[in-house]
């Protein structure tokens, strides 16, 4: 008989993302524009590969960049 790897499980429903990446928005003070690092740590989460304080880094560092000025939005 053939053994085979135990992987990560990834039986989790699109909902279950859904509600874990709300939670992730809820709990960092809903920023806008974060849609996407919310999402992929709810997933990772859910694969047992990351913790919520991973995008409190990312959201983080996007913050301080977005009020730097270092944006192509502005005058010029």
Same mark, same amino acid.
């Given at each position: ?40 740590? #709810? ?6 590969? %990351? &913790?919520? /304080? !991973? ?5 983080? #560092? ?6 730097? %000025? &270092?944006? /192509? !939005?502005?005058?010029?």
């Amino acid at each position: 008989m053939k053994e085979t790897q135990m992987e990560p499980s990834t039986n989790f429903t699109e909902d279950q993302v859904r509600q874990r990446a709300f939670e992730l928005w809820k709990k960092r003070g809903c920023p806008e524009g974060h849609e996407a690092e919310f999402w992929r740590q #709810a997933e990772r989460e859910l694969k047992g590969e %990351g &913790s919520a /304080s !991973d995008i409190s880094k990312s959201v983080s #560092a996007n913050a301080a960049s977005a009020k730097s %000025g &270092s944006g /192509s !939005d502005g005058p010029g």
